[in-house]
C-alpha cells in the first residue's frame, strides 16, 4: 500500500492519507488493489487534525449508568457522561460503558469546558464497542450540544433523538458556535462510528466550525432537513480539503437532503458515502440527496452582507467541495444538485439510481435583496463533472442541467465498473480497533503514574 504522500504534487490534499482510501483525483496513479484495500486504524488518523498526538492521551475517566464513583478506573466510575466532560482536560479520554444515559450533553465555554489543545485532544467514546452505550434523553432538547469548543473526538456512540421535525432546532449532535457573522468558530472535531436514530431537525449539524470530520456514521432516523446540514464549515484560505464527510451510511427519511453544505463552506470531501435515504419528504418535488450550495438561515443578516460585486460576496458561496467515489441508492429527485458552488467536482461517483429521475443539476442560487432592491445571487462556477459511472450518455444525463459557467464534463460513462468500498460498514472494524488502541495507551500512562 503507497502512502499518498507520494501524490501530493497533484495539490489536492495534505492529508496522511493511504491511496487506498481515495480518491477520483487519484485515479491514474493507484492500483485496483489499493483502491479496494480493507480499512486500517492508522487509515483512520488521516481524517485527524494533522496536530493530534494521540500518544498524549494519558488521562482516563470512567462513566457507567450505575457509577458512583470518582472515574478512575471502571470499577469507581462516575455515573454521568456530563459530570466526566466537566473534569476532562486535554489528553483524556472518557471511557463510557454499555448502557442507556438520559442526558442531555453540554459543551459549551460559558460552562467553562475545557477544550482540547491543538495537540492534545480530548476523546469521548463508547469503550465497549460502537453503538454499546445509548445517549438518549428527554423530548425537544439536543443529546449533545457543542458550542465554541475545540478539539474533541466523540466516537462510537447511538445518539437516539427525540427532537421535533418540524419546530425548533433540536437535533442528535451539533457542533458550532452561535454567532455565524463574527467570533471564534468550532474546530477540530472528529465525529466517528456513532448512530444517529430517532427523530430531529437534523441528524447531525455543524455551522460555523472548521476542520469537522464526520466518518463511518450510521443514519437512520426521520430528520426534518438533512440528515447532515452544514452552515459556514471551512475556511476560505486553505489549501486542501479540511473537512470530511466519508464513510458513512445514511438511511431513513428527510425533509430536504441527505447532506447539504451550504453558504460559506469550503474544502470539504464528501466519499464514499452509501446513500439509501428517501430525501424530500416536505418538498414536492423530493430533494437533492447531495446539495452543494445554499441558504439556509443566512437570510436572517441578509441587511449585513454584501453585493456581489464585492469580494466579501465570497462568504455566500460554497467552493471547492469535492463528491467522490458516493453510491446512491435511494429516493430523491436529484443525486447531486451544484446550487451556486464554484470550483467544486463531483468525480467517480457510481450515479445510475433508478429512484432519482435526475444525475446532477447547477442551478443560480438567490438569497432575498439588498437594500436597493437588487437580489443577492451568485451563478455556478469553475465546477467539473469528471469520470462518473452514469446511466445514458453525458447528453442525456445532464444536457441542459447545468446552469453556470465555466463546466468541465467529461469521461462520464455507463460502462464503467464501480466497486469501490462505501458506508459505515467499511470503517468500523478500525474504529473499534482504534477504541481498544486509546484504551491500551492510556491505561499503560496510567500504570506508570
Known sequence: MRPLA?????????????????????????????????VS?????????????????????????????????????????????????????????????????????????????????????????????????????????ANRIQNWAVVGFHFVGAGSTTDGDNSPIKIGASNLIEGEPARNWWVAGNTFSGTGHDGSKAYHARNITWLGNHYDGEWGQEACDNVAVGVSDATADQNHF???????????????????????LIAQNEFTINTGTRLPLRGAMIRVGGNGDLKRFVDRLPHETDPAFSVLTASHVRVMRNRFSGVCGINVELYGSRDSEIGDNDLVNPNAPIEIQATEARLGDDPQGNPYRWTARNNRIVGNRISASEENSFGGRLEGEAFSVADNRSDRVFEYPTGAAAVRPAIEALIETLLQTTSASASHR
Open 6 to 38: 507520494q501524490f501530493l504534487s497533484r495539490g489536492a490534499i495534505n492529508v496522511r492519507l493511504p491511496a487506498a482510501l481515495l480518491f477520483g483525483i487519484f485515479a491514474a496513479v493507484s492500483t485496483e488493489a489499493e483502491d479496494k484495500a480493507p
Open 41 to 145: 486504524p492508522a487509515d483512520l488518523h488521516g481524517f485527524m487534525p494533522q496536530s493530534w498526538n494521540l500518544e498524549t492521551m494519558e488521562h482516563q475517566l470512567w462513566v457507567s449508568p450505575q457509577g458512583v464513583g470518582d472515574g478512575s478506573s471502571r470499577l469507581k466510575a462516575l455515573g454521568s457522561i456530563q459530570t466526566a466532560i466537566e473534569q476532562a482536560r486535554p489528553g483524556t479520554v472518557i471511557f463510557v460503558t454499555a448502557g442507556t444515559y438520559p442526558e442531555s450533553l453540554t459543551l459549551a465555554q460559558s460552562a467553562e469546558i475545557a477544550s482540547g489543545t491543538d495537540e492534545s485532544p480530548i476523546f469521548l467514546v463508547s469503550v465497549d464497542g460502537c453503538g454499546a452505550a445509548e445517549i438518549k434523553p428527554g423530548r425537544d432538547v439536543t443529546n449533545l450540544d
Open 246 to 268: 466519508v464513510f458513512n451510511t445514511v438511511a431513513g427519511t428527510s425533509g430536504y437532503s441527505a447532506i447539504t453544505v451550504k453558504y460559506g463552506s469550503n474544502h470539504f
